[in-house]
């Protein structure tokens, strides 16, 4: 059981923005700046998309976007692209005995 | 170019050991944290360990305590998890990654990974 909790899936339609959630405790996510987001499509390794909850690595489009309120953080990703598609996982630092946290991941399908 | 290059990974019988390596190039690898991130068979991300730049802070998950040791030679640019008393839930991928910002005791995230190495545990 992973520590942190998001959707297993979610979908949308090309164009469409969506948003995945992940809920996770005032010792982790409530607690910390330190929330990335990961890509991961079939095959290969994740890539981070967000990282210090809404800062965006060079070369990721500006159609991604993290934000957090209390113990949830989200990933928002606008204009709905089919490369959009993949596995999402959160995960943050954790200042306790868990020390690092992911979500169980969410699986994204553009219909 | 930074990159991260695992190998070690095979078939090991359950109660074996393993011991994987990661290979570091394309940065100045003693200024980085590193870490071991896996991945059951159709499963999450799971992190497994942390080591420090100076080796001087060392983590591992609930899961592996006790059985996994994380280690770098930053003279050699790579780190490495010795894996003892294996168990079949210990099969998955395992990735190494960078921590992706200066760090001292926290990650801050991951970037960049490796490609991963598949560790089976199996009679």
């Known amino acids: 059981q992973s520590a942190l909790t998001q959707p297993a899936s979610v979908s949308g339609s090309p164009g469409q923005s969506i948003t995945i959630s992940c809920t996770g405790t005032?010792?982790?996510?409530?607690?910390?700046?330190?929330v990335s987001w990961y890509q991961q499509n079939p095959g290969k390794a994740p890539k981070v998309m967000i990282y210090?909850?809404?800062k965006r690595p060079s070369g990721v489009s500006d159609r991604f976007s993290g934000s957090k309120s209390g113990n949830t953080a989200s990933l928002t990703i606008s204009g709905l692209q089919a490369e959009d598609e993949a596995d999402y996982y959160c995960c943050s630092f954790a200042s306790s005995t868990t020390f690092v946290a992911f979500g169980g991941g969410t699986k994204l399908t553009v219909l | 170019e930074e990159q991260l290059v695992e190998s070690g990974g095979k078939l090991v019988q359950p109660g074996g050991s393993l011991r994987l390596s990661c290979a570091a190039s394309g940065f100045t690898f003693s200024s980085y944290s590193m870490n071991w991130v896996r991945q059951a068979p159709g499963k999450g991300l799971e992190w497994v360990s942390y080591?420090?730049?100076?080796?001087?802070?060392?983590k591992y998950a609930d899961s592996v305590k006790g059985r996994f040791t994380i280690s770098r030679d930053n003279a050699k640019n790579s780190v490495h998890l010795q894996m003892n008393s294996l168990r079949a839930e210990d099969t998955a991928v395992y990735y190494c990654?960078?921590?992706?910002?200066?760090?001292?005791?926290?990650?801050?995230?991951?970037?960049?990974w490796g490609q991963g190495t598949l560790v089976t545990v199996s009679s």
């Open positions: 080591i420090s730049s100076s080796s001087g802070t060392i």
């Open positions: 990654a960078r921590d992706g910002g200066y760090s001292s005791g926290w990650v801050n995230w991951f970037d960049p």
């Open positions: 210090e909850g809404s």
């Open positions: 005032s010792s982790d996510i409530g607690s910390s700046d330190l």
